[in-house]
């Protein structure tokens, strides 16, 4: 009874302050403080005021809320056990049970275990790469 009486004055309060923002043709303003104004009215007439302070001060509500904590913790510390050893994203463990990567095209060619050229024989070069080790050779001089 009381909350509905405070959220009534704070609306009227709010709506009466709205009236003198728009007296000063700041219609902008107002129209935005009538919005601010409205929502403690809003909630009374809808009933939520009333359902609040009824949950407030239930001690099945703050026990459900207990519990709803208690899952959520439950959820947040397997989640991060998970990822501690490993089996990584929920994605990653689907690939892995059906036998596919998502890193490597299905028409593309295995990749390769080192990525150092250096541990891989040279190719011989061919013309097309013939023709571009003049260009090459310019760009490293400009550091390019």
């Known amino acids: 009874m009381i909350a509905e009486t405070v959220c ?8 009466g302050i709205a009236a003198v923002t728009a007296y000063r043709k700041r219609y902008l303003s107002a ?3 009538a919005a601010y104004a409205l929502v403690p009215l809003g909630l009374v007439m809808t009933g939520v005021v009333e359902w609040l302070a009824d949950t407030a001060f239930s001690p099945t509500a703050w026990a459900g809320f207990g519990v709803l904590g208690a899952a ?3 959820f947040a510390s397997t989640r991060a056990v ?14 892995a049970r059906s036998g596919r ?3 490597v095209a299905p028409a593309a060619s295995a990749p390769s ?18 023709d571009f080790s003049d260009i090459e050779a310019i ?3 400009h550091g390019i």
């Open 101 to 103: 990567t998502d890193a």
């Open 72 to 74: 959520w913790l439950l």
């Open 82 to 95: 998970e990822r501690r050893r490993g089996l990584g994203t929920r994605k990653e463990r689907r690939a």
């Open 8 to 15: 009534s004055a704070v609306a009227a309060a709010g709506l």
């Open 31 to 33: 129209a935005r403080i």
């Open 139 to 141: 760009l490293k001089k």
């Open 113 to 130: 275990l080192d990525s150092n050229s250096a541990s891989r024989p040279a190719a011989k070069p061919t013309a097309a790469q013939d």
